[in-house]
Nanobody
Framework: QVQLVESGGGSVQAGGSLRLSCAVS????????WGWFRQAPGKEREAVAA???????SYADSVKGRFTISQDTAKNTLYLQMNNLKPEDTAMYYC???????????????????????RGQGTQVTVSS
């Protein structure tokens, strides 16, 4: 059974940085499509970033140049490095995986996918001004 466990969230001031981690068990990363999405209270889910088996990456326009997604196959862990955080980045962040071949080559998409078959429990990121 695939399990995704996020960590690294917290509260920071605007301009600060956080690195989110997603420890994966039951499946090997570095294959298929993996990503991060976020959701703030009262708002729709927003895709943030995605990475595919070729290490190609895709980002939402709102985070381009500030966020970096990466995967460490040796640790079977997905990361999201977030720099220059803004108050509008405040949300619950979820690690997600598409293991059914729906989001093929997702890193080459103009925008990351928002729908994944698997997700973690989320980690809260709060950015104050």
């Amino acid at each position: 059974q695939v399990q995704l466990v996020e960590s690294g969230g917290g509260s920071v001031q605007a301009g600060g940085s956080l690195r989110l981690s997603c420890a994966v068990s039951g499946y090997n990363i570095g294959t298929d499509c993996w990503g991060w999405f976020r959701q703030a209270p009262g708002k729709e889910r927003e895709a943030v970033a995605a990475i595919d088996s070729g290490d190609d990456t895709s980002y939402a326009d709102s985070v381009k140049g500030r966020f970096t997604i990466s995967q460490d196959t040796a640790k079977n862990t997905l990361y999201l490095q977030m720099n220059n955080l803004k108050p509008e980045d405040t949300a619950m962040y979820y690690c997600a995986a598409d293991l059914d071949g729906v989001n093929v080559a997702c890193g080459s998409w103009s925008s990351p996918p928002v729908d994944f078959g698997y997700r973690g429990q989320g980690t809260q990121v709060t950015v104050s001004s």
